[in-house]
Each structure stands twice: as C-alpha cells, then as structure tokens.
C-alpha cells in the first residue's frame, strides 16, 4: 500500500490532522490500536477560542454535542471567597473567555467526518511493528501485517508515544511530584456557568462546568498531601468544605480517574520524516486546561507549513520549520504552567501577599485582564496569529 501520510494514533489532535491533511490533497491512512477505548474515556476539556475557531475551519464545530460555553473563569487563592477572586467574565471583557466539550462528543463529530472523507482510511485494532526510513523512503509494517509506503509518518499516539521509544527519542521532563484525580460531580447549586480554580497548598482543584448542576473536576495533590482526605468517600466533603458550601450538597458522578502529573518536551519534534504532534510531543500542568488545545496549535502550524512551503511534499525538512516553532511555543507554555504551579503552591508569607496584591491589582486592570484572555484564548502561544 502507498499514501502520502501515515497517523498512529486516532486520538482527538490524529483526527483533526487527517481531515487538515485531506484538505491539502494528502491521502492519509490513520492506525489506531483501540478506537472505543479512546470513546470510552470521558475527559472533559476546556477549549479556546483559537481552538473553537480551527474545529469550525473544518466544519465540525455544530456537530459537536453538549459544548458548554462559559460565562465566567474565577481563580481563587487558598479561600474560595468571592470577593477576592480574580475573575474573567465574558460581558466584561466583550471576548469568549472558553467552552467546555466532552472528549467523547469531540471524537464522535471528527468520526462522522473522516467516514466520509475518501481521502482518509482508518484502521481499528492495529499498531506499528517495524519502521524503516532510509533516504525519504519511509515504510511501515503494521501488526496485522499489511506494509504501508508513505511519505511521512505522524506519531499522534500521545503522551506514552510507542513511535517516540522504537525511535529513540527522549523527553525533557518536569516532575510535579503531584496526582491529578479527575471525576464528575452533581451539586445542589448552580455554578452559574463559571469554570472555578482554588489554588491551595496542596495543588489546584478546578471545577468545570458541564450543566448548571454538574461539574467536571480536577484535582491535583501534590504527593506530600495525598490522604484519606482526597479519598472516594471524603472527596465531596473536602469540596463543600474548600467552597464554604456554595454550591450546597455535592455528591460523585461518576468513577474517580487518577493520573500521575509530569509535563514533557520531545528533544525533538521529528525524526527523518517521522513528526510528533499532541501529547506525544509535549504534555503540560493540566491547572490552565491548555494540553488539547496546544495540540491543536500544532494541527494548525502543520496546516500553514503545507500551504505556505516551496519545497516538495515529501522531503525531509519539509516539517522543519513547524518542528522549531512549536518547540519553542510549548516549551514556553509548559515553563509557564511550571511557573504558575510552584509560585502558587509556596508558603512563605511574603510571597503570599505578593501573590494577594497581584490578583488584587488584576482584577482591577481591565487591560491587563484583556491580555491575559488574548494570550489564553491564542493557546498561550507567544507568537501572533
Ligand atoms: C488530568 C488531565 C486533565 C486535562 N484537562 C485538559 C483540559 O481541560 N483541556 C485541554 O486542552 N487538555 C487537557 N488535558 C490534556 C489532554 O487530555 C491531552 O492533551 C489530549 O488528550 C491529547 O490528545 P492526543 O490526541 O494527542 O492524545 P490521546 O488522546 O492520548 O490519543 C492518542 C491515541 O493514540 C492511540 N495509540 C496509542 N499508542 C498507539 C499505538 N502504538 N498504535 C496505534 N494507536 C496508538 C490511543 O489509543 C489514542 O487513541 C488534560 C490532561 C490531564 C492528564
């Protein structure tokens, strides 16, 4: 078999670079080990504005089920008291400060594309075997067997990327010597639309709004402070407790997910003409919700290296350009996130009433309120659109 592109991996950032590649003209053959797996798993994302913009690009953004368009983003530090958050509302700042969608509503709109996209094959329950790329001829071998010739191969198979270990690749780690517990809630009182993050000693907990009533949550603790306390049956209790009850009764919705926290780079984002985008190329502190949409900033940059490159599809450097400028970008993003994590999770009093003054003189800045939107709704990118 011959294509002009490979995908391992059929994850939300694998998809959405199929059906980019396929308005280019590229046929693309996707390979994914367990599609209804990745259906199953139901992570709830924030998205942006810069991410809600490319998902119309392709026509997939009405399709997408339950997207819930937030309100407000309120960020409290230790006390969830109200009067000293610093908080984003949408009338205020005339922008759309985010939305929240399903990962599962998300995959179900990309399928639906891509099943009627004749420049696009996906194959269920199948892996990489054998890679070769000798000169610029790259070629496959799956597990069932079947040898694909391609020009590039595009390792989307995230964070646990197989192609990144057969290649040799390694990652530049940050170590947040933290767990993230992720689980849905129902709650007696509205959260009127608003996505709420309490910074506490312990690491942030982010509630995400679904419906007025229920909550997606994430919750990281640092290792240091995992206890009975963050348990499946004392976690709501510690949440009416951190939120002085303000959203009333909160009971679980659903199994509790624990993940271990570490933030990545790629040493290098390609390799011949093999090229890492999403998760298996870099992965950040979830406290900005910022990991999927970085994702697509790369879908985006690839797109742009296609449409705006003299060279010949097919060369080795064609993806070179894309290669050094997300490096930069998400290397940037996640020493961001790094930042923002440990200053937040300090306890020294000074830097404590540094922080208080900060929030304090933001919230009253409505410019500066206005930047820090632009630069979230640009996935923290530092460069322009
Ligand atoms: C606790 C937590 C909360 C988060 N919250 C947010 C948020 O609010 N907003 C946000 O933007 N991001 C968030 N993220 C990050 C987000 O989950 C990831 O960035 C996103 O899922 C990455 O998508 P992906 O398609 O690159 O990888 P994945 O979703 O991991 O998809 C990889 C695909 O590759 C397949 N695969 C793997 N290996 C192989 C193989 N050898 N052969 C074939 N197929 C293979 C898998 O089955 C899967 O389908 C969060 C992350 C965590 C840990």
């Given at each position: 078999m011959k294509t002009d592109a490979i995908i391992v991996g059929s994850g939300i950032i694998g998809m959405s670079l199929a059906i980019i590649l396929s308005k280019n003209n590229k046929k693309t053959i996707i390979i994914e080990k367990n599609l209804s797996n990745n259906l199953n798993n139901r992570r709830v994302y924030a998205l942006s504005e810069k991410t809600k913009s490319f998902f119309e690009s392709i026509s997939i953004w009405e399709n997408i089920s339950n997207i819930n368009q937030l309100d407000e983003m309120s960020l409290h530090y230790r006390n969830y008291i109200t009067d000293d958050a610093l908080s984003f509302k949408r009338i205020d700042s005339q922008k759309n400060i985010g939305y929240i969608g399903e990962s599962n509503n998300i995959m179900k709109a990309l399928i639906e594309k891509i099943e009627h996209d004749k420049n696009i094959k996906l194959y269920d329950n199948c892996s990489v075997d054998e890679i070769s790329n000798h000169l610029n001829n790259l070629e496959i071998t799956t597990t069932n067997k079947n040898t694909i010739k391609s020009k590039y191969l595009f390792s989307c198979d995230g964070s646990k990327s197989g192609i990144k270990k057969h290649l040799g690749l390694n990652n530049q780690y940050d170590y947040y010597d933290s767990k993230a517990k992720v689980f849905n809630i129902k709650h007696e009182?509205?959260?009127?639309?608003t996505a709420t993050q309490i910074f506490l000693q312990s690491g942030p907990v982010a509630f995400l709004p679904l419906t007025l009533n229920e909550s997606s949550m994430v919750v990281s603790i640092k290792n240091k402070f995992n206890?009975?306390?963050?348990?499946e049956d004392n976690i709501c209790g510690f949440l009416e407790k951190i939120t002085n009850n303000s959203f009333g009764k909160i009971e679980l919705n659903s199994k509790i997910l624990s993940f271990d926290l570490v933030g990545f780079d790629s040493e290098?984002?390609?390799?011949g003409n093999t090229v890492f985008v999403g998760d298996s190329a870099h992965s950040v502190h979830p406290l900005a919700g910022m990991g999927l949409n970085l994702g697509i900033s790369d879908v985006i940059e690839i797109d742009k290296a296609i449409k705006g490159?003299?060279?010949?599809?097919?060369?080795?450097?064609?993806f070179s350009g894309y290669a050094r400028k997300q490096k930069i970008v998400n290397k940037k993003a996640r020493q961001q996130l790094k930042i923002i994590e440990k200053v937040y999770s300090l306890e020294n009093n000074a830097i404590m009433q540094i922080i208080k003054f900060g929030m304090k003189n933001i919230q009253k800045s409505t410019f500066l309120k206005e930047k820090i939107i632009k630069h979230a709704n640009n996935n923290l990118s530092i460069f322009q659109n």
């Open positions: 009182k509205s959260n009127k639309k206890s009975e306390e963050f348990s290098s984002y390609i390799s490159s003299h060279q010949i599809f097919g060369d080795k450097n064609f």
